[in-house]
């Protein structure tokens, strides 16, 4: 099966999915935010700088549900024209 490149478009909104998430996370360490969405240290770390930017779906809720976000706050935020800190 061959993947299909991911366009500049994904890449920008998983950027923005990582700085919310970033910015949610405040003064936790990213090892006890890992450690609670059941996600490695390493995964939160890319996840957060835009090296994974089509993180799968439990991945994304387990974070939300770790750092008492909504899906909805989420998917608001991985839109174009949005801010990281909304």
């Excluded at 920008?12 to 003064?27: K, N, Q, T, V």
């Amino acid at each position: 099966m061959v993947r299909v490149p991911l366009t500049p478009e994904d890449r920008e909104r998983g950027e923005r999915l990582g700085a919310l998430l970033r910015a949610a996370r405040g003064d936790r360490s990213i090892g006890d935010v890992a450690a609670g969405a059941d996600i490695s240290p390493e995964t939160l770390r890319k996840i957060e700088t835009g090296r994974i930017p089509t993180p799968a779906f439990f991945t994304v809720a387990a974070l939300a549900a770790e750092l008492g976000l909504g899906l909805d706050v989420l998917a608001e935020g991985g839109r174009a024209g949005a801010s990281p800190a909304a």
